[in-house]
């Protein structure tokens, strides 16, 4: 892969310094439902309405996130586990909905976060196929061409006619991969999918993104391979426990998410 040509895009032509992401001041916010023991009076009241009293704690897994992307950017976003990166990604890609704040995305957005969604285990690998792009809304004769090409960047021609329940973890998410990526939207959101398949497979992946950034393309990536987001990154955002604490140069968005790393297992 060519380092300088998945680097960062400093020198964007005016035309194509727009903002296709803006996010502003959005907080996910998760209820905790517990039971507690009850006074004698909570239990009359339990005993009229037949049920058992629920209290509950508010978590925030994003907490007044902002932050703005433009368009051909490679956006890197780095955090320890349960800093709220894939909360991110979901609610970018309309999984998740906001509890405050809102999402503003011009373009048409794909992402690689659950490869394989929505595929049937008992149809096989071209079935498939159509069956995603129906969730697309794309028609049979749209999709019929792309077939093989499908096929052949995932390594599948010769199981092409086996249901995928027989597929082993890579063949599966090579062909979720494969299908995704096909799809060549305007802003492609990818959580830690370039470990699919072996590394000649993951030079394919990069080879593809490699012509996503020279298209402008936008990517949004989570990745806990520093050194790849180093690489290809224009700018990283750094989380921590649902805030966003940095964003800029991938080498000092790194530095610091590794310093914070640091004192965290002093702290321990």
């Not at 897994?61 to 800093?83: H, P, Q, R, T």
């Not at 921590?240 to 310093?259: H, M, N, Q, T, W």
Request: hydrophobic residues 40%.
């Amino acid at each position: 892969m060519s380092a300088e040509s998945m680097k960062r895009q400093e020198s964007l032509p005016a035309e194509d310094v727009k903002s296709v992401v803006s996010v502003c001041g959005v907080t996910v916010a998760y209820r905790s439902y517990k039971d507690r023991p009850t006074t004698l009076k909570e239990s009359v009241i339990n005993f009229l309405r037949k049920g058992t009293l629920r209290y509950f704690s508010t978590f925030n897994a994003l907490d007044a996130v902002s932050f703005e992307i433009k368009k051909g950017e490679v956006f890197g976003i780095i955090g320890s586990n349960g800093a709220g990166k894939s909360t991110l990604l979901r609610t970018l890609a309309g999984v998740i909905n906001p509890t405050e704040g809102n999402v503003n995305i011009s373009g048409s957005v794909d992402s690689l976060i659950q490869l394989g969604t929505g595929f049937d285990s008992e149809l096989d690998a071209v079935e498939n196929i159509f069956l995603n792009g129906s969730l697309y809304k794309k028609k049979k004769h749209e999709i019929a061409p792309r077939v093989p090409e499908i096929l052949k960047f995932a390594e599948l021609e010769d199981f092409a006619t086996t249901p995928i329940k027989y597929y082993s973890s890579g063949m599966y998410a090579r062909l979720g991969f494969s299908v995704a990526v096909d799809r060549q939207p305007d802003i492609l959101l990818i959580d830690e999918v370039l470990s699919v398949g072996d590394e000649r497979f993951q030079e394919k992946c990069r080879g593809v993104f490699e012509g996503y950034v020279a298209a402008k393309k936008t990517i949004i990536m989570v990745s806990h391979s520093l050194h790849m987001l180093e690489q290809m990154a224009s700018r990283i955002m750094v989380l921590s426990k649902g805030k966003v604490v940095f964003i800029g140069d991938p080498a000092e968005a790194i530095e610091l998410y590794r310093s914070k790393i640091y004192e965290t297992a002093l702290k321990g």
